[in-house]
C-alpha cells in the first residue's frame, strides 16, 4: 500500500498494521429477507476482520451486494467487503454504485469481472463490460484521490473508499496472471484476495510474486463441509486442484453413521488440512491473512482462526 | 459495411472471401413472414451472401421454386450494400419490382436496407446477419472484427481482445480462464487474453502486456455512424 494513504476501514488497518486477518464471505440470495445473510455474518462476526458480500455470483440475479452489504454492516457490525463485478452495469452505474456504497458507509471494495452472464440465470442479458477490473481500479483511485470521476469531472467532498481486487494462484500461464495483476498494483490497487487454492507450493510461489509486487494477499481457501463438496469441488470446478488425499479424508469422515460425529470428523479434516497450510504459509511476509470462503459453513472460520 | 468480393485464381480454385457473415431465417420463419403477401420479388447477394452460401444464384433459385407461384421475379445483385450497384442491377426488374407487394431479401442487414431505401418496398429479410468474420472454408466462419473504430492489434499482438474476448476486456484475462481455455461456452474456446500473452511472447514484446489500456470511448457506437472522408 502506498504510503501516506488515509485508512478508511478495519480490514485495511488491521493489514497496515500488521495483523493476520481472517475475511469470511456471505452470499445474498433471490431474495428481499436479508435475516440469512444476518445470521452468517453473526457466526462470522468475532472471527473475521471484515466479510465479502457477494455480487450476483455464477451471474445469477440475486440480492444487491451494496443493500446487503450495508444491511450487514448495519445490523451486524461485520465490516463488508463489497464485491462489485463490471459485468452489469456501465461506468455510470458503476460510479453511482460506488458513491452510493461510500454514502451508506461502505469501505471496501473488491473489483471483479464477474462470471458471464451467459452462465447464469438470465443467460438472454446484455453482459455490459463496458470497463474492465484494471480500469475499474482506476476508477476507484480518481474518486477516491483525485475527487473526479473517470471521465475527469469533479465529485463534491471526500469518498473513503479501498479497492482491492482479486488473484488465482492456480492461473496457467502464471506469468499472464502476475503481469495483469503487477498492472493493477500501479494502478492503486491495496489489497488481494485470491481464487480457493489447495496447492501449498503453488500458493507459496505466488506469493513470492507478490511479495515482489508489494500487495498483501488474503489467500482464499475453500473449507468443505461435506465429502460431496470437496467431491464437487474436485469434479466440476475447473482450475482447481483437490488433493486426493483430502478427499480420500473427508469421504472417511462422511462414512461415520453418528452425525454429530460425523460433524467433528469433517471439520477435523478441514482444521488439520488448512491450519497446517495457513501455519506453512504465515512464515510468508506478504500473506496478510486468509479469505475463508464460508458459505454455509461459517462455523470452521472459528477453529481455523484459532488453530492459526 | 463495403461488402468486397475477391476472385482469387490460385492453383487450386477460385477462393470467394466472405465479409458479412449471414445465416438463412428458418423455412418456416420466412412462410409466416412472406404469407400476407401475395406477390414477392427475390433480392439476393452476389458478394458475402454468395459466400457464405445464403443469399447466392442458387439459394435464391430454390427459394423461389419453394416459395412457387407468388414470386415475380428474383435478381442476384452484385452487392446489395453499395446503392450504384443496387441502382444499376435492379434497373432491368423495374417493372417486377413496382407490382409486388414485397421484396424477399437474401443479403444481410446492410444491404436489405440498401434494397428498403431504392425499392421503397416492404422488406422481409430472408436472412440473418451474424457477425464480421473469417472464413475457414464454406459454412466455417469466425467473429474476427466487431467494428469498435479503434483498432489495437499492434498492441494486442494481432488478436482482438473486444470480440475474442467474451467480455471484451482491454487488460488481461479475467478469472473465467482455465489452462487457456474460456469459462463461456464450456471451456472449449480459447481465451483470447492468452491467445494474446502467447502472440507477444513469441514477438518478443511481452511488456506490451504491461501497458494500461484505458476505457473505451464508447460513444462512437453509440449512434449510428457515417462516414464522408471526400
Not at chain 1, 435475516?35 to 445469477?60: Q, S
Not at chain 1, 470428523?265 to 506453512?280: A, K, L, P, Y
Not at chain 2, 466462419?141 to 467474451?166: H, K, M, N, Q
Amino acid at each position: 500500500m502506498e504510503m501516506g494513504r488515509a485508512i478508511h476501514s478495519r480490514l485495511m488497518k488491521a493489514i497496515t498494521e500488521g495483523r493476520f486477518v481472517f475475511t469470511g464471505e456471505v452470499e445474498p440470495l433471490k431474495t428481499a429477507n436479508a435475516e440469512d445473510i444476518v445470521r452468517a455474518a453473526e457466526a462470522l462476526r468475532d472471527w473475521t476482520v471484515a466479510c465479502n458480500v457477494t455480487d450476483n455470483p455464477r451471474a445469477r440475479a440475486y440480492m444487491s451486494s451494496i443493500a446487503a452489504a450495508h444491511i450487514m454492516q448495519i445490523r451486524t457490525g461485520v465490516e463488508a467487503v463489497c464485491q462489485m463485478t463490471v459485468r452489469d452495469r456501465n461506468r455510470i452505474a458503476l460510479q453511482s454504485d460506488l458513491l452510493g456504497a461510500a454514502a451508506l458507509g461502505i469501505r471496501n471494495v473488491l473489483t471483479m469481472s464477474g462470471d458471464h452472464t451467459t452462465l447464469g440465470d438470465n443467460p438472454q442479458a446484455m453482459p455490459v463490460y463496458d470497463i474492465d477490473t484494471a480500469q475499474f481500479v482506476r476508477m476507484v483511485r480518481g474518486i477516491v484521490d483525485e475527487g473526479r470521476d473517470l471521465a475527469g469531472n469533479r465529485i463534491a467532498g471526500k469518498v473513503g473508499l479501498h479497492v482491492g481486487i482479486t488473484g488465482n494462484p492456480n492461473a496457467e500461464p502464471l506469468e499472464m496472471e502476475i503481469m495483469k495483476i503487477e498492472k493493477k498494483v500501479a494502478l492503486g490497487a491495496e489489497f488481494m484476495q485470491t481464487q480457493a487454492t489447495f496447492d501449498i507450493e503453488r500458493a507459496k510461489g505466488f506469493l513470492r510474486e507478490m511479495g515482489r509486487l508489494k500487495i498483501p494477499v488474503l489467500l482464499g481457501i475453500f473449507p468443505c463441509k461435506s465429502y460431496a463438496t470437496a467431491e464437487h469441488l474436485r469434479r466440476s470446478v475447473p482450475g482447481i486442484t483437490v488433493p486426493d488425499e483430502f478427499v480420500e479424508q473427508m469421504k472417511m469422515a462422511d462414512a461415520e453413521p453418528d452425525r454429530s460425529r460425523q460433524r467433528d470428523r469433517i471439520d477435523g479434516v478441514n482444521i488439520e488440512f488448512f491450519s497446517s497450510m495457513i501455519r506453512e504459509l504465515r512464515k510468508t511476509e506478504q500473506l496478510a491473512g486468509m479469505h475463508v470462503m464460508t458459505i454455509g459453513y461459517e462455523r470452521i472460520v472459528r477453529s481455523l482462526s484459532e488453530n492459526a | 459495411m463495403h461488402g468486397v468480393i475477391v476472385i482469387h485464381y490460385c492453383r487450386y480454385t477460385a477462393v470467394i472471401w466472405n465479409l458479412i457473415i449471414t445465416r438463412q431465417k428458418s423455412p418456416e420463419k420466412i412462410d409466416e413472414m412472406v404469407a400476407p403477401y401475395g406477390s414477392v420479388f427475390i433480392v439476393g447477394c452476389g458478394t458475402c451472401a454468395t459466400g457464405c452460401g445464403t443469399g447466392g444464384e442458387e439459394q435464391v433459385k430454390a427459394m423461389a421454386q419453394r416459395l412457387g407461384g407468388r414470386v415475380l421475379g428474383w435478381a442476384v445483385v452484385e452487392s446489395p450494400c453499395d446503392a450504384r450497384i443496387v441502382r444499376r442491377d435492379l434497373a432491368a426488374h423495374k417493372g417486377e419490382l413496382e407490382v409486388a407487394d414485397a421484396v424477399l431479401c437474401m443479403a444481410c442487414g446492410a444491404g436489405a436496407q440498401a434494397i428498403a431505401d431504392h425499392t421503397e418496398k416492404l422488406i422481409i429479410p430472408a436472412l440473418d446477419t451474424l457477425f464480421i468474420g473469417k472464413t475457414e472454408r464454406v459454412g466455417r466462419y469466425f467473429e474476427r472484427c466487431r467494428a469498435c473504430t479503434d483498432c489495437a492489434l499492434l498492441e494486442t499482438g494481432g488478436i482482438c481482445p473486444t470480440v475474442r474476448c467474451s467480455k471484451g476486456l482491454q487488460n488481461g484475462p479475467c478469472g473465467g480462464q482455465v489452462n487457456g481455455k474460456c469459462e463461456v461456452g464450456e471451456y472449449k474456446n480459447d481465451c483470447a487474453w492468452v491467445l494474446i500473452f502467447n502472440s507477444l511472447k513469441r514477438q518478443g514484446r511481452l511488456e506490451a502486456l504491461k501497458s494500461y489500456r484505458p476505457p473505451k470511448d464508447r460513444s462512437a457506437k453509440a449512434r449510428p455512424q457515417e462516414l464522408a472522408s471526400r
